[in-house]
């Protein structure tokens, strides 16, 4: 409706993509059911004209279906190794890569090893809702900050910008760069918040290059866009096997979509100018360096 199209394009494009998480939601329960299902049927439907073929030769319209039958078989086998491989997190595995049944394993793997029955956090916690409220409080605390006064850093002699470098990380956002960016990430790395990942933007560019381009148009302007861009989820992965406190845990973060792809595109700016900045006995941070080179 006209409300909705006068408000600001991050929270229209917010409010689009939780609209299609819903509905892809809906249809995937709906026309597409489960994988495991869809195949079977597919197969049955192959079973009866494959046994027709046995008996006689097949009409112009059954070697049609049949056809049609073998290739979304192949699709579902496909979609389903990439679902599993999904969920495995087997990154160093590639796409068509025939393993689906170790993809299941390793996601059940990953479960099992994931998961905190038992938390030592001053005392022992065993109820599941204590646990999760325990996490919370301890990483809400962690990544607070108490409002106070911070030391002045106009002293030290840091280096220094051109105008050029400062007008290239403060220029505006264009179209080329934001899809160069975005090819530059992970496709099918597990996703944040709003349940989408980078492939899905790759693929619908063409869709979806409008709503972006204005967002980032509004951010660039205003300093500022939809919170719920900026949610994350925090997994917990264990450091060592049976992990019962929490600094036995590493903190991974899941962010928004959006989100990541403003980050890579100031990172790649950011890239540009950062060897000047970093000092040259600073290893950290600064691709192509390493540690020998101190010596």
């Known amino acids: 409706n006209e409300e909705f199209y006068i408000r600001r ?12 998480k819903h509905k892809l939601k809906e249809w995937n329960r709906s026309e597409q059911g489960s994988l495991g299902q869809q195949r079977k049927n ?10 027709i073929a046995t008996d006689r030769a097949l009409t112009e319209d ?8 073998l290739l979304k078989l192949e699709g579902l086998i496909k979609y389903e190794e990439i679902y599993r491989r999904q969920r495995s997190r087997s990154v160093w595995l590639k796409e068509g890569d ?13 479960k099992r090893y994931n998961n905190i029955e038992l938390l030592i956090q001053g005392n022992i916690v065993q ?3 204590r646990i999760q409220g325990e996490i919370v409080e301890f990483y809400q605390k962690l990544y607070s900050e108490n409002v106070q006064r911070r030391p002045s850093n106009n002293f ?4 220094r910008l051109t105008g050029e470098e400062i007008e290239d990380l403060e220029r505006n956002f264009d179209e080329e760069e934001v899809l160069r960016s975005l090819k530059q990430c992970a496709v099918d790395k597990a996703p944040g918040p709003d349940g989408f990942t980078m492939g899905f933007y790759i693929k619908c560019w063409e869709v979806v290059k409008g709503d972006i381009m204005k967002t980032f148009q509004h951010f660039y302007d205003q300093g500022r866009f939809e919170r719920s861009f900026n949610a994350t989820f925090i997994a917990l992965i264990p450091k060592k096997k049976g992990a019962k406190e929490l600094r036995d845990f590493r903190p991974i973060s899941l962010i928004g979509s959006i989100y990541q792809i403003l980050s890579k595109v100031l990172t790649e700016r950011l890239k540009r100018v950062m060897s000047k900045l970093v000092n040259s006995q600073q290893l950290a941070f600064i691709k192509g360096r390493q540690i020998w080179m101190l010596f």
């Open 156 to 159: 030290l002699n840091c280096p």
């Open 9 to 20: 394009p991050d929270y229209i494009l917010a409010s689009k993509l939780k609209a299609l």
């Open 98 to 110: 025939k393993h689906t049944n170790f993809f299941h394993k390793m996601a059940n793997a990953h």
């Open 42 to 51: 597919v197969l049955e439907k192959l079973a009866v004209v494959e046994k």
């Open 127 to 129: 109820d599941p809702e």
């Open 62 to 69: 059954e070697a049609t279906e049949k056809a049609t039958l």
